[in-house]
């Protein structure tokens, strides 16, 4: 199994049965480019987790235990860049060079 990346795990929290519209705009990508994600998801991961049809897409078993499990996460990841809004206005460096970067 290929790990995913984060942008194609948010993509995918982000549907909702039926508003694939609606994500890909919440997404700011195209609807092709948001169905083409979660089908490159689904490969990497090996696991099918939207049925499609013609005129409905659904959650699979797989894609419900998925979300069930990425919510959390990615509430929490929403909650830690939260706090970071403290340290705005503060010093900013490029990567790497912090003092204790520069005495190694």
Same mark, same amino acid.
């Given at each position: 199994?290929?790990?995913? +990346?984060? $942008? +194609?795990? /948010?993509?995918?929290? +982000?549907?909702?049965?039926?508003?694939? !519209?609606?994500?890909? #705009? #919440?997404? %700011?990508? *195209? @609807?092709?480019?948001?169905?083409?994600? @979660? $089908?490159? =998801? +689904?490969?990497? @991961?090996?696991?099918? =987790? @939207?049925?499609?049809?013609?005129?409905?897409? *659904?959650? !699979?078993?797989?894609?419900? *235990?998925?979300?069930?499990? =990425?919510?959390?996460?990615?509430?929490?990841?929403?909650?830690?860049?939260?706090? =970071?809004?403290?340290?705005? &206005?503060?010093? /900013? &460096? #490029?990567?790497?060079? *912090?003092?204790?970067?520069? %005495? $190694?």
């Amino acid at each position: 199994m290929h790990k995913p +990346e984060l $942008r +194609e795990l /948010v993509a995918f929290a +982000e549907w909702q049965a039926a508003q694939l !519209t609606r994500a890909a #705009a #919440a997404a %700011r990508r *195209s @609807l092709p480019s948001l169905s083409q994600c @979660l $089908r490159g =998801l +689904e490969e990497k @991961l090996g696991v099918r =987790l @939207l049925t499609r049809t013609t005129r409905s897409v *659904s959650l !699979t078993e797989g894609g419900r *235990s998925l979300l069930a499990d =990425l919510d959390p996460v990615l509430q929490g990841l929403d909650t830690a860049l939260d706090a =970071l809004t403290s340290f705005r &206005g503060g010093p /900013v &460096g #490029a990567c790497g060079s *912090s003092p204790r970067a520069r %005495r $190694r």
